[in-house]
């Protein structure tokens, strides 16, 4: 089993419309979750980091987590043909002093003009 | 701030030779974790290196093997290349503080080639 699982895609959106990336994760004991973004061609680039259950949000992106179900989400509002890249979820086992982060292999995105 | 930059862009190299990378952590950061994404994969963490030491590996090989510096920059050596071990390799840089949540933000990238 992965440490971290993501649908590879791609998911097709409107402009305008709302993506909804997920992920899931093996390691009940992770503390730290975090999304990037990876342009092809490109390295990852963060977007968004979660620590506790429930939202987060930051401009357009909202970040979900339900530790009891070992899930993490990213949303995008209003989708923009910028933001087709693929993204990644990285989660880690610690709180503070990350010494490994695990990846899963991505979800690419386009969004449709 | 200035951030994280590696060294070079891009190589060129035949299986059974080495190769070195470089990377030079971010303004104010003190730690550096690398990192290898074969095409279509997410990253796959090599090593982290934390006060000039060792801190914490994954599931890789001795032949790759790494430094840092006082200056908190770092070196990625891989001796013996293997076809396999073409992909992109990623720098990360992080301030590691008691108490303090820390994030990695990543370099550029070397895109490495083993024929």
């Known amino acids: 089993q992965k440490e971290v699982e993501q649908n590879s895609g791609p998911l097709s959106v409107p402009e305008g419309a709302i993506a909804s990336l997920n992920c899931t994760y093996s390691d009940r004991g992770s503390q730290s979750f975090f999304w990037y973004r990876q342009y092809s061609g490109k390295s990852p680039e963060l977007i968004m980091s979660i620590y506790s259950n429930g939202d987060k949000e930051d401009g357009r992106f909202t970040a979900q987590l339900n530790k009891a179900s070992q899930y993490v989400s990213l949303l995008i509002r209003d989708s923009q043909p910028s933001d087709s890249a693929t993204y990644l979820c990285a989660v880690n086992r610690a709180r503070y002093n990350f010494n490994k982060f695990y990846f899963g292999s991505g979800t690419k995105l386009n969004v449709k003009p | 701030e200035t951030g994280v930059t590696q060294s070079p862009t891009h190589l060129i190299k035949t299986r059974g030779q080495q190769v070195t990378l470089r990377c030079s952590s971010q303004?104010?950061?003190?730690?550096v974790s690398w990192y290898q994404q074969a095409l279509g994969q997410g990253p796959q963490f090599i090593f982290q290196y934390y006060r000039e030491e060792e801190n914490g590996r994954g599931n890789f090989p001795p032949r790759f093997s790494g430094l840092q510096f006082p200056n908190y920059s770092s070196e990625l050596n891989v001796n013996a290349l293997e076809l396999d071990d073409s992909a992109l390799y990623l720098c990360?840089?992080?301030?590691?503080?008691?108490?303090?949540?820390?994030?990695?933000?990543f370099g550029p990238g070397t895109r490495l080639t083993v024929l």
């Open positions: 990360a840089s992080s301030l590691v503080l008691a108490g303090v949540r820390n994030e990695q933000f």
């Open positions: 303004s104010g950061h003190n730690t």
